[in-house]
């Protein structure tokens, strides 16, 4: 949580990142603030961080969960992804490549959508085939629409895979023989029900090739 849900491995690897976390206001991640196996990224400037004279990293933008939907996600993430590959919790992205020219502007927006405001209403409404894996469907009309007025903010800049529309979801297993990954679907889908989900809030990442670093987090009333 269409896209890559694991990225190249870092070394040495401690644990893995998780893409929720708690503890900090809307918009800044304090430096004090620590997370495993990545580093806080600068979270209050404009522009562009670096990680050498011409690299710069993208933003991912992605809902956070509940802390019981969290622990649930990611416990069927760690049963199901092979281990080797598995080096983030469980996500849902909303954009997989923002330029880090708006990191700025995104906030602003993340501001926007979240302080004082209800939580979005979401749940889990079935399952889906990746072809070489399995993800939980997210149903949430009102993430939606959020989605689509950040898109719509962002016009021009998003890359196709962003602009070609969005399949909410979190990926619990992927990189698997398509085999494997319609045996657990079927298995999956045979005793499933849906249930509602907690969304607490909106995140923003670097990607710099590895596990994600934190930008800010952006939390619901």
């Given at each position: 949580?269409?896209?890559a849900?694991?990225?190249a491995?870092?070394a040495?690897?401690?644990?893995?990142p998780?893409?929720?976390w708690?503890?900090?206001?809307?918009?800044?991640?304090p430096?004090?603030?620590?997370?495993?196996?990545?580093?806080?990224?600068?979270?209050g400037?404009?522009?562009?961080m670096?990680?050498?004279?011409?690299?710069?990293?993208?933003?991912?933008?992605?809902?956070?969960?509940?802390?019981?939907?969290?622990?649930?996600?990611?416990?069927m993430r760690?049963?199901?992804?092979?281990?080797?590959?598995?080096?983030?919790?469980?996500h849902?992205?909303?954009?997989?490549h923002l330029?880090?020219s708006g990191?700025d502007?995104?906030?602003?927006?993340l501001?926007?959508?979240?302080?004082?405001?209800?939580?979005?209403?979401?749940r889990?409404?079935?399952l889906m085939?990746?072809?070489?894996?399995?993800?939980?469907?997210?149903?949430?009309?009102d993430?939606?629409?959020?989605?689509?007025?950040?898109?719509?903010?962002?016009?021009?800049?998003?890359?196709?895979?962003?602009?070609?529309?969005?399949?909410?979801?979190?990926?619990?297993?992927?990189?698997?023989?398509p085999?494997?990954?319609?045996?657990?679907?079927?298995n999956?889908?045979?005793?499933?029900?849906?249930?509602d989900?907690?969304?607490?809030?909106?995140?923003?990442w670097?990607?710099?090739?590895?596990?994600w670093e934190?930008?800010?987090?952006?939390?619901?009333?």
């Amino acid at each position: 949580m269409i896209y890559a849900s694991c990225f190249a491995k870092v070394a040495p690897p401690r644990r893995r990142p998780g893409p929720n976390w708690r503890g900090c206001s809307n918009g800044v991640l304090p430096s004090s603030l620590t997370f495993p196996n990545w580093t806080p990224a600068f979270a209050g400037g404009g522009g562009a961080m670096t990680t050498g004279p011409t690299e710069v990293a993208p933003i991912i933008v992605t809902a956070l969960f509940g802390r019981k939907d969290t622990a649930f996600f990611d416990s069927m993430r760690r049963e199901h992804f092979p281990p080797e590959r598995n080096q983030l919790d469980a996500h849902l992205t909303l954009f997989h490549h923002l330029p880090p020219s708006g990191l700025d502007e995104l906030k602003h927006r993340l501001n926007q959508e979240t302080r004082g405001i209800r939580a979005p209403q979401a749940r889990v409404g079935g399952l889906m085939s990746l072809g070489r894996g399995v993800a939980y469907r997210i149903e949430s009309p009102d993430l939606v629409g959020i989605r689509a007025r950040l898109a719509d903010a962002f016009t021009g800049m998003l890359t196709p895979q962003d602009a070609g529309g969005w399949r909410p979801h979190v990926t619990i297993q992927n990189k698997v023989s398509p085999q494997v990954a319609k045996l657990l679907l079927g298995n999956l889908q045979r005793d499933f029900t849906p249930k509602d989900v907690e969304i607490a809030g909106l995140g923003a990442w670097w990607y710099r090739g590895g596990p994600w670093e934190a930008i800010s987090r952006h939390m619901f009333a």
